[in-house]
């Protein structure tokens, strides 16, 4: 939308109430009881205008800002959308920040960083959906009344492993290969192997007894 230019003279900024019409190159066309204005949007005026937004105009020999946004009509309401120009820091001293919702809070970034020194997530259901994943954790704890995890590959390398089981423990697979460069050592109270077909024991040496 193309705006004439307003010849007037404006020798100090006057405040005006004015309609946004449209969207034009470089701002937004603003009718008022002056005229037609080309506005721009003010620094502090977060919220991106739309049209038929009532604003607040602050006109001023050479140009014309949007202060702020004072109503908007109910049919035409569109989501709140707030807009920054260039970095953005939000510093909070002395105090906490909550983000809440009564529905969804969704995040969308090219690159995300999380820095805390403590943190808590708490969620009833959870899901997550990624191609890599890479841990760098000194210790990590988990204890939940159940876990079930369906993976189709996995590849684990330890220096050490320890694993308590206070109860049962079960394997199933098709195969299962077992490979320890040095001693495996099993001491159970009762073993049973029960093979439907062959059972064969290769050594140097067998000691049984």
């Known amino acids: 939308m193309k705006v004439a230019a307003q010849n007037m003279e404006i020798l100090q900024p006057t405040l005006e109430y004015g309609l946004v019409a449209g969207r034009t190159g470089d701002g937004f066309a603003v009718n008022c009881d002056r005229g037609l204005f080309n506005a721009r949007v003010a620094v502090s005026c977060l919220v991106a205008p739309e049209p038929g937004d009532v604003v607040i105009l602050s006109l001023y020999d050479g140009g014309c800002y949007i202060l702020s946004i004072i109503e908007r009509a109910e049919e035409t309401r569109r989501k709140t959308e707030l807009v ?49 994943v890479e841990n760098n954790i000194a210790r990590i704890r988990i204890v939940a009344d159940s876990l079930d995890s369906i993976v189709r590959r996995a590849v684990q390398r330890f220096t050490s492993s320890y694993r308590y089981v206070e ?12 490979i320890v460069d040095g001693t495996l050592t099993m001491h159970t109270k009762n073993t049973m192997h029960i093979a439907e077909g062959h059972v064969k024991i290769d050594a140097e040496q067998i000691h049984l007894g």
Do not use: P
């Open 84 to 132: 920054f120009d260039g970095d953005v820091n939000l510093n909070v001293r002395d105090g906490s920040m909550s983000i809440t919702s009564d529905e969804t809070i969704s995040l969308a970034s090219k690159d995300f960083e999380l820095t805390a020194q403590e943190g808590r997530v708490t969620l009833e259901k959870s899901s997550f959906f990624g191609n890599l």
């Open 167 to 178: 109860e049962h423990e079960e394997i199933q697979s098709a195969s299962t290969r077992m």
